[in-house]
């Protein structure tokens, strides 16, 4: 018995087992099957890198709800001639929450990405030897 890796999930299996213990992919494939594979990992990661934008968006109309009335504050100070500490606004709790949501949102589109590359790769390879 050895072990190989899984064409849908890339987790090592026996080559004896029929389907995968983990996704449960058949393993007796064929290469219309590697084609759906390829197509279905395609969709799942253009949604889930859709909806990470998405998110990141919001993130970013966060911090900008803080920003906007930071500078509209400060602006109306030096209209009064007042010198304003623009760090003590309320605002800043929304940029640096927004800024943090947007930097982990980035990362994980990074990861995301990484992923589906390595899919396609393990896809491209199976599809080559079958
Ligand atoms: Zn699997």
Not at 70 to 92: D, K, L, P, Q, R
């Amino acid at each position: 018995m050895s072990l190989i890796k899984c064409p849908s999930c890339g987790k090592q299996i026996s080559d004896k087992a029929k389907a995968c213990q983990y996704c449960s992919f058949s393993m007796h494939y064929d290469k219309e099957d590697l084609e759906r594979l390829k197509v279905m990992k395609y969709r799942n990661y253009r949604d889930k890198m859709y909806r990470l934008k998405m998110w990141s968006y919001t993130a970013i109309a966060l911090a900008l709800f803080g920003i906007v009335p930071m500078v509209w504050s400060y602006v109306e100070a030096i209209g009064y001639g007042f010198n304003v500490n623009i760090t003590n606004h309320w605002g800043v709790n929304f940029v640096v929450v927004g800024f943090f949501i947007y930097v982990i949102l980035r990362v994980m589109m990074v990861i995301t990405k990484r992923a589906y590359t390595k899919s396609r790769y393990r896809i491209a390879i199976k599809s080559a030897s079958s």
